[in-house]
């Protein structure tokens, strides 16, 4: 019987939304081929997540347990992910598309002969191959891809699934990994500017997030405190991350990370196409700018023509007011 | 130290597009060099200005993409080589990665860059893929690049914070435009890049795609949104009304 593997993400001991996703993608693919659905983890304590992975539907989980885990590094990554692809033979493997993921991506599939199918918005089996959706041109189009071959990778974006529960037991198998830090040829110096613990972006609810028109310090602690009575994480463009105001994993777009949260809230965002690419797959977008004519408005769901700075701090109050009332 | 970077040229994604029966039309003479790219151009610049060195590019395209070459030569690279494709040649990421292997087996270098991703498909495969053909260690997403006697040092902007990597040289980098912010050509630039030697030679072999395009589908539109009228105390009491966050 053939497999379709899910590869799972841990972030702060959980398998992240995104991971999630994919996972359900996996089942529904492999209730439609009646094949199995698996589900792999590389973590220092991999086994950790297979109950949680079991309640998404996964009949079998492969666990590769390693401290190395703990940060990412690529090729004991792309060892582990090798190990796993000959042991489980998935006739297709789903990715969440994360950075850690895009960095091994192209090396695994020249390692295992695969053909992938890189950041997709959807996939499917049809007529024997497997076909996507890819954004492209700056996610101003979808271009219908296919692919062929007994392997076939899928990397896919957050959100274009949901997570859905599907209980069932899952046998777990331990990959037997031994990696041997000598023979690394990089090496992982440090990680700076980390928001490991925190709610990370791509798969957070609620996103605020924060562009040029946030000029200075004060502008800044609006955009925090809205995020902080919306329980939001904080996004921005690029244009905030060039001038050093926001770090560059805040930054969602094209370059940067893709959202699509319940509800995103647009701040002084002019609203580029490589901007829009990375977040017009939330559900609700709210857009505060002072120029009606700014693009932004064209994929609101509610557009607020005004300056942040006189609208923020009144949203902020009665935000407060309302959560006071209801708690 | 050598580096040579593999650029692209691709259609300004900023131009006007449309589909026609599934296929993307647009004005042909809208190109441009992958932002990505001229952004590892930049960088392999700045590095050999302050440590010696020389920049190589190389690209894969029909004839009329020699003009990419000659923009990164204006902005101060040395030299140019251009695998020649025919027009509107359908390659893959694999594609790709195989025939630049090709080429980089007949060349040595320090450090080969690319771009992280090509700006019109954003596949971001080629780079991880042509590493692995090569059996170089590589980084991806690179948003620094500085050079440490015979290593080179990566900042990579990573899922939750920058990582900090030493990779031994040779290796491969693919870099971010977060990376820096590519000069524009000045006049004597362009006029010297007409007299830097670019070596063209037409692809023997086109390898065959392992993935392949089937057309290309409008994006499924929003839902039409809506202003929301009046003073800001007024908007703000009609949006937390919409968004029901109580
Ligand atoms: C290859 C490539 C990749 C890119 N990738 C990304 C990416 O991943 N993410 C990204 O964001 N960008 C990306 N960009 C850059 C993008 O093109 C834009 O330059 C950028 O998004 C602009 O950021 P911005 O909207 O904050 O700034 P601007 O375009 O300058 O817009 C600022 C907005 O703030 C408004 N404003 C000013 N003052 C106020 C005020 N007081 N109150 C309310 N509104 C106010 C203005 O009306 C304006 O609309 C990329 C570009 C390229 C070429």
Known sequence: MSTILASVAVQN?????ASLEVLSRARQIADGQGATCAAVVLSPDASAVADELARYGAQKVYTVSDPIFARHINTPVLTALEAVIAEAQPSIVVFPSSEGVKDVLGALAVRTGAAVLPDVASVEMKDGGVEALRPVMAAKFMARTRAEGDLVLVSVRAGSYEAVEAPTEAAVEEIVFSFDEATLR???????????GTVDLSDAQVVVAAGRGVKDEA???????????LGAAIGSSRAVVESGMFPATAQIGQ?????????????????AIQHVAGMSNSRIIVAINTNPDAPIFDVATYGIVGDLYKVLPILIEEIKKVKAVAA | MKFCVCIKQVPDVTAPIQIRAGELSMDAGRVVLNAYDASAV?????LTADNDG???????GPERATETIRKALAMGADRGAHLVVPEDTELDSAAV?????GHFKDYSYDVILTGKQAQDTDAGLAGGMLAERLGLPYATNAVG??????QLVVTRQGDTGQEIIVLPTPCLVTCSNDMNNPRIPSLKGVMGAKKKPVDSAPVAEIPEASVRVLGYEPLHTREPGRFIEGEPAEQVAELVNVLELS
Do not use: C, F, H, N
Request: hydrophobic residues 45%; negative net charge; charged residues 20%.
């Open chain 1, 13 to 17: 001991g959980s398998p992240s939304r």
């Open chain 2, 54 to 60: 020389e920049v190589d590019v190389v690209l894969i």
């Open chain 1, 219 to 229: 502008g800044k602690q609006l955009v925090e405190e809205l995020a902080d009575v």
């Open chain 2, 97 to 101: 990665s195989q025939l630049l292997a």
């Open chain 2, 42 to 46: 930049e960088e392999a610049l700045v």
């Open chain 2, 145 to 150: 690049l500085a050079i440490e006697g015979d």
């Open chain 1, 255 to 271: 370059t940067g990370k893709v959202v699509s949260p319940d509800l995103y809230i647009g701040v002084g965002i002019s609203g």
């Open chain 1, 186 to 196: 990089q090496t992982l110096r440090e990680v700076v500017g980390s928001t490991a």
